[in-house]
């Protein structure tokens, strides 16, 4: 079945860093763009960084624009997100999440949601002395 | 950056009820727009795309309306099992970013 399984997550202190991973399986990694997606404790959801299907465009919120850094490999179907500089507002539960597929409406034309349609369990990120 | 503003933040109502929950953008979205429901513990499941698409699987009980800057989510008879955090999403691509509401804390009464 389609799964997206995080790993890498703990604790860790403010300044260090951190590599999570995401794991994919039951579909065609390399065809979907896929995305990081982050919740404090008791808070929001927060998008962090999307990356193309094919690695070659990545973009950032703000608030991690820098520090963050989106990858992936496609050989090994497996997602990346390199964390430096890690500060207390960091820390949180890390998702990641694959970019809906699109669709074609009744006419035959094709869009594209701009939705997260599978997700993972999550891993959490801890940032402390 | 473009703002979006989920009202209410909290809502309570009996299983059978109509509930409704709307979701503002600052400016003009068109239609991108997605709404999300979270679980405690769990993590977010799609629910409906593009403000009116019905995600497959997702019963029907669940919609959406709206496009430009307002937009809204109807559980049409609530059940128990609908008991959740719903969000909002929106895109922009310029620069390509995306944004969630605050979002609605849905409880049974």
């Known amino acids: 079945q389609v799964q997206l399984v995080e790993s890498g997550g703990g604790v860790v202190q403010p300044g260090r860093s951190l590599r999570l991973s995401c794991a994919a399986s039951g579909f065609t990694f390399s065809s979907y763009a896929m995305h990081w997606v982050r919740q404090a404790p008791g808070k929001g959801l927060e998008w962090v960084a999307v990356?193309?299907?094919?690695?070659?465009?990545?973009y950032y919120a703000d608030s991690v624009k820098g520090r963050f850094t989106i990858s992936r490999d496609n050989s090994k179907n497996t997602l990346y997100l390199q964390m430096n500089s890690l500060r207390a507002e960091d820390t949180a539960v890390y998702y990641c999440?694959?970019?809906?597929?699109?669709?074609?409406?009744?006419?035959?034309?094709?869009?594209?949601?701009?939705?997260?349609?599978?997700w993972g369990q999550g891993t959490m990120v801890t940032v402390s002395s | 950056d473009i703002q979006m503003t989920q009202s209410p933040s909290s809502l309570s109502a009996s299983v059978g009820d109509r509930v409704t929950i709307t979701c503002q953008a600052s400016q003009d979205i068109s239609n991108y727009l997605n709404w999300y429901q979270q679980k405690p513990g769990k993590a977010p499941k799609l629910l409906i795309y593009?403000?009116?698409n019905l995600e497959t699987g997702v019963p029907s009980r669940f919609s959406g309306s709206g496009s430009g800057t307002d937009f809204t989510f109807t559980i049409s008879s609530l059940q128990p099992e609908d008991i959740a955090t719903y969000y909002c999403?929106?895109?922009?691509?310029?620069?390509?970013?995306?944004?969630f509401g605050q979002g609605t804390k849905l409880e049974i009464k």
């Open positions: 990356i193309s299907y094919d690695g070659s465009n990545k």
């Open positions: 593009d403000a009116s």
């Open positions: 999403q929106q895109y922009d691509n310029l620069p390509q970013r995306y944004t």
């Open positions: 999440a694959r970019d809906h597929p699109g669709y074609y409406d009744s006419s035959g034309y094709y869009y594209v949601p701009h939705a997260f349609d599978i």
